[in-house]
Each structure stands twice: as structure tokens, then as C-alpha cells.
């Protein structure tokens, strides 16, 4: 191909240079908060920027939180713009360069943010051979795009974007209808890239937010309340001021902390710290949980779905099954713990956080300090996942208060005992249900009751720091836990209800697949047990209730993938101490998005109460692919931690605190227990691209509870599915 010479010229009405200022972590400057580019997902400058050289950035408010979306993103723009993955470099996350997608929640990085940065693509690429044709005096059909540049079918002639836009805005509205590369065309989309965060994370090189530096910044460590709403009636700092390295100790309110020259000084300044508390003791008793729960007012009740009549058609029923259903109190468990540096200049502050919603935090933190959103910039920083609103957060808000009250830079790090007792929970669930069966076991009537915490107007939790200190503050939001109550199959008669709740025993916030699990969990469970009384296979069951063929598929690619063999009302079990058994469930994300089926194979012993999975086959269609080995990864990260959710997690307590404050108290799945785990990719290139990050969780716990049935015929109806509850349920038999 021939190279040819252009001169600079205005580009489609381009308004001047862009100009972005940033660097590496380790030398990041906090000036500068007028916006230096368009923030708007209506503009392709919101998510584009073409270098003078024709590197190419892309601006995401969607952040990696080490699920590997940021490759998945690459790949999109890329194959947009028909330029090498190695070309492009991802901002994500810093809200004075990034246009506001929301939070990185739900499993929407994908079908919302990649598909949004895909249309500014390819609004971009139409224009740069709009442009390109002008120039060359032909039209757009005799041009193509390869490697960052428009070529000229006809001879060759070769425009570099760099030449076309280089340096300048864009000035483009994003198109909606703009036309995206043809499927057959495809490079990069669909194909297996490797992560490209990897090749550092391995080598030790890559910069976490732990990592983060500024100069002269001080480290901070919060001294917490004995019980969760103790107040603080005094403190004595005599023994830290003797610490080397100690700085000073600051009091808000019931807030505290120690500040020091280092991080071992402020640990040790922390524990020198004497202070006495007002203490409090109204949790509930651990042991009366769901008595607890069922006890507390009902503020509202929010019908998830409504089909016919159920209440008469159950009181008609020839035949009529209940169940109730409980899931416990989770910890994010995050296996690092939470991390954040702030500063304030001039009034305005910059915070560096590992957080999944670093636009929101911004409102948040500025509401907290009574300022305008547009005096405070969160810039993200990779950190220690997830899934879910973890202490990040607080963390933030921790060190943005300590350096307003110090007027120097400050970094808080929190402790495992901070991450294990602090951090937002996963909130208790209870469900009741009933069937209603006619003689031939066919469903009449189902219904569903649901106790859950209610959600508030905006998705956020309290910062423990306002909270303490007495300034502004959010009340917290669970998550969107009524989803899946209502269900996917075609029976005549429907009525699923969240009762919502006065109050939780602790902080709430989403964590991962909020409600979702939950709810598919009894839903799945309790489908299993009808088909157990109908005499029925239990996935011919559920293919017989549907009306979906990408649900029937999927359960379809499924039982082929685990030779899944007919269960019926007398199906065979295993003798002796350890036996085997198999489960299926089913799930419609949120009744609209990505489909799975899943197997779970499971041994359990007799004797110990132990309920190990050995095998999880999962079929899942979530539309077009984007990176198949990506994807696998998060369905396998799914299995893994819910399997551990399910088996040994629950948090514990005394009606003051929490007791579940390290690895030992809070148990998660080691290496030794994790499954192996088979997976059947269902690509659609010409459908949506939906998400993976949750949708595999949802199934997790049913399965297994419908595999230890099929083992040793008890229902486990509990989560975590602890030998306790295994053994007390073998008893009942």
C-alpha cells in the first residue's frame, strides 16, 4: 500500500486540541478539575480520542475489576476502528476523563458499556471515511479501514487516522444506527485474546491501588467501635504519641484515627490508641435469626408477579405443597483488603479508589462535604474485587475526611479484621412457598413470599465515616434483591411478593448477584421438589414449562454435556458412607438477559455431614462472545465462589459485632475443594451481547441442594449447606 501525504485541516467542525493530562500511578497530579474532553455517552469524544500519532484511547466508565472486562472493552473498540488491540490504551473509571455509565454492577459492562463505546466506534470509523472520501474525491464504498488507516480500493492510497483526526475532537454526536462491521469481517471479536493485564500481574509489575503514592502523604489507620454502633466517650493518645513515626490522632465526632509517617507506625499508633466507648447489643440473637426477621415490620410489599388467580387456585388444589427457604448473612470477603489515598487542593478534593462507581462516589463524597460534585474527582485504581459494594468506599471516604482535617494527602488501608466486620453484608433471606397440584401432579398454582430489606432511592451504602463523624450521609440500598422472585415457567397461576422490611441486622449492599441467587435458589429448589412429587425428571420438568427455545436449548447443550441420565420419583441411590448424586438448575437473568443451564455432581458422606462438589457443567448463551477464554474464566470464577457461598460461608455474630473476623472464622473454599468445572459456550455473533459476570452464580446453590436430594434424599432447604445442617437433615429421614 501506498503512503499519502495530507494536510492537517479542520475535521468535521473540530473544536481545537485535546488535551488530557495524566500519568502513571506514582506521579498523578490532583489539579485540574474543569473537564479536559466531553464527558457525554452522547458524544463519540466521551468515549474517543486519536493521538497526534495515532495511538488511540478509550474512555470507559465501566472499570476491570479483575474479571478481564478491560481486554473484552479493547476488543470491541478495536475491531471497530479495524486497528491492532496493542494500539489502543484504556482510562477507566476517573471521572474527569470518563463519561458516566453507572457502576460496574450487573453484569452490564459488556451489553451496556462495550456496546456503548462500540457505537462511538463506529460512528467514529463512518466519519473518518466520510472524511477520507472527501479528501480522495470518491465515495465511502470504494473505501476500507485497515490497520488505523482508510485504504482506497482502487489504488491503494493509504489515510492514517492520525492524519484524518489526529490530536482533535471529534465533534460527533454518537449514532445510534451506525453502521458495525460486518460479522464475517471480524478479527478480533469472538476470539480467545489473552488478558492483557496478566503478563504484569504475574511478573509483580502492575500497579495496584495498594501500590499508589503520592508525596508527603501520611498513612492512616481508623480505630473502629468495639460493637457496631458504639459511641466514642473518650481518648487517650499518650501511649501512641511514643510510637516513632507517629504523627498525630484526629477526632470527629465518633470518628478517630492515628496518622503517621509510615504504615507499620500507624498500625502500631492504632493498637498504642486508648479510647472508651458507649457500647450496644441490639443485634439479633445469631441463634433466632429468621424468628428476627419474620418478627420485623413490613413497611411495603412489592409484587413481583401476578398471573391469574394463585391464592384461590392454591386453596383449590386437590394437592398442596410448602416450603421455606432461608439464605445467610454473607461478607464480601474480599481476599484483599479495601484501600484508598485522598487529597484536597485548593477546596477540591482527589480521591484514588479501587471503587466500582467511582461517578457515584463523587456524589457521594461531595454531598458528604456539602460541595459540588465538580470539586471532587475519583480516579480508579485496580484493587482487591468485589463483586458487590465492598469497603472501598468507606475506605475513600476515610481517607478524603482525615485529609480534609490534616490538609496533607493521606492513605488508609483497611485490616482484615476492618474488611470482615465493616464491610456492607449481604443481607438474610427468607422465603416461603407453596404448589398448588391437581391429581396428575400437574402445577395449578404457585406463590411465593419473600422478607427482604427495602431499597432506598439510590443505589449506595452509608459511609461508616459520615456515619461516625456526623456529617451528611446515604441510607443504604441491598441491592435489587426482589429479582428472580418471579419466575420463568408457564404455570396458570402466579403471585410472587417481597415483603420489604423495616430494617437488617447490618449495613446492606449488593453483593454479588444480589437476590438473584437468593431467589433462584428456593425458586429452583422448590421446582425440583414438585417434579420429585410429580414423579418427573426433573430437567424434562422444566423444559415442559417453558416457552423459550434459547431456554430450552441451553438445557438441552447441558444435559449433553454431563450425560445427564433421566431422575424420576424412584431413582436409585447410592450404599455405604459416601454416595453421589447429580442436580440441575435453570435461570433467564433477571427473566430478560443470558441463559445457563447447570449440572452439579456432588458426593456426600453419611457419617460427617460432608457435601463436596466434585464436577459443575454449565450451558450458558449470553449472545455474541466477545472473548470466548474470558468468559470461560468468568463462569469458573462464578462456580468457585458460590460453591464456597453455599457450602461454608456465613457470617457470625453476638448482639453486639460481629464475630466472624478472619480466614479461620470465616471460612471460604480452598484449593483441595474447588470442582472441576466443564463449560458449553453457546455463541450467537448476531445477537446482543449480554453479560457473564453474575448469571452463572444464580444457579450454583440450587444445584447442589438438588444434588444432595438426588444422593441421599433429604432437601436442603439452608444456606451454607454445613455438615450440621447435613446430618440434622439425614436424622429427619
Sequence with gaps: MNSYALNRREFLAASGALVVSFALPGNVSAQGFAPAKSLSVGEVDGFLAIGAEGAITVYSG???????????????????????????????????????????????????????????????????????????????DQLATENGAVVSRADGRVLPYAK??????????????????????????????????????????FAYMHDFKLPGMLHAR????????????????????????????????????????????????ARALKTEWANWAGLPDNAKLWDAVRATPVVRDDVTQNVGKAPEALQAAPRTLR??????????????????????????????????????????????????????????????GCYGRNGHEDAAADAALLAKETAEPVRVQWSREDEHVWDPKGPPTLIDY??????????????????????????????????????PKDASHPGSIQQHLAIQYGFPHIRTVAHRLADTPFRPSWIRTPGRMQNTFGNEVFLDEIAAVSGADPLEFRIRHLNDKRGIEVLQRVAKLANWQPRGKAAARGTGDVVTGRGVSYVKYELVRTY?????????????????????????????????????????????????????EELQFNRSTVTSRDWASYPILRFPEVPDV????????????????????????????????????????SVPFTPAKVLAELRRT
Design 596 to 648: 445457563v443451564a447447570a449440572v452439579a455432581d456432588v458426593e456426600v458422606n453419611r457419617k460427617t455431614g460432608v457435601a463436596r462438589v466434585t464436577r459443575f457443567h454449565v450451558a450458558h448463551d449470553c449472545g455474541q462472545i466477545i472473548n470466548p477464554d474470558g468468559l470461560k474464566n468468568q463462569i469458573e470464577g462464578n462456580v468457585i465462589q458460590t460453591t464456597s457461598r453455599t457450602l461454608v
Design 323 to 384: 416450603a421455606t427457604f432461608d439464605f445467610a448473612i454473607h461478607t464480601h470477603g474480599s481476599i484483599g483488603p479495601s484501600c484508598a489515598v485522598a487529597q484536597w487542593q485548593d477546596g477540591k478534593l482527589t480521591c484514588w479508589t479501587a471503587s466500582q462507581q467511582t461517578h457515584e462516589l463523587r456524589k457521594q463524597l461531595a454531598d458528604m462535604f456539602a460541595i459540588k460534585p465538580d470539586g471532587v474527582r475519583c480516579i480508579y485504581l485496580e484493587g482487591s
Design 62 to 140: 465501566k472499570v476491570d475489576l479483575g474479571t478481564g472486562v478491560r481486554t473484552a472493552l479493547m476488543q470491541i473498540a478495536a475491531e471497530e476502528l479495524d486497528v491492532p488491540l496493542e494500539r489502543i490504551t484504556m482510562i477507566e473509571g476517573d471521572t474527569l476523563l470518563t463519561p458516566d455509565q453507572g457502576a460496574t454492577t450487573s453484569s452490564v459492562s459488556i451489553s451496556r458499556g462495550g456496546v456503548e463505546i462500540r457505537r462511538a466506534a463506529a460512528t467514529a470509523r463512518a466519519a473518518l471515511m466520510a472524511e477520507a472520501a472527501r479528501t480522495l474525491g470518491t465515495t465511502t
Design 164 to 205: 484524518l483526526v489526529g490530536g482533535r475532537n471529534f465533534a460527533l454526536k454518537l449514532d445510534p444506527k451506525a453502521r458495525v462491521k460486518d460479522l464475517a469481517s471480524y478479527k478480533l471479536v469472538g476470539k480467545s485474546v489473552p488478558r492483557v493485564d496478566i503478563p504484569a500481574k504475574v511478573a509483580g509489575t
Design 222 to 269: 481508623v480505630v473502629r467501635p468495639p460493637t457496631m454502633r458504639g459511641r466514642l466517650s473518650g481518648v487517650d493518645d499518650l501511649a501512641a504519641k511514643k510510637i516513632p513515626g507517629y504523627v498525630r490522632t484526629v477526632r470527629k465526632g465518633d470518628f478517630v484515627a492515628v496518622l503517621a509517617h509510615d504504615e507499620w507506625a500507624a498500625i502500631r499508633a
Design 678 to 717: 466443564a463449560i458449553d459456550l453457546i455463541n450467537r455473533p448476531a445477537e446482543a451481547p449480554w453479560g457473564a459476570g453474575e448469571p452463572t452464580t444464580a444457579v450454583v446453590p440450587s444445584a447442589i441442594s438438588n444434588a444432595v436430594y438426588d444422593a441421599v434424599g433429604v432437601r436442603l432447604r
Design 434 to 471: 407453596a404448589a398448588g397440584l391437581d391429581e396428575r401432579g400437574n402445577v395449578m398454582a404457585w406463590t411465593s413470599d419473600a422478607y427482604i430489606p427495602q431499597g432506598q432511592a439510590v443505589s449506595r451504602a452509608t459511609l461508616i465515616a459520615a456515619d461516625l463523624a456526623g456529617m
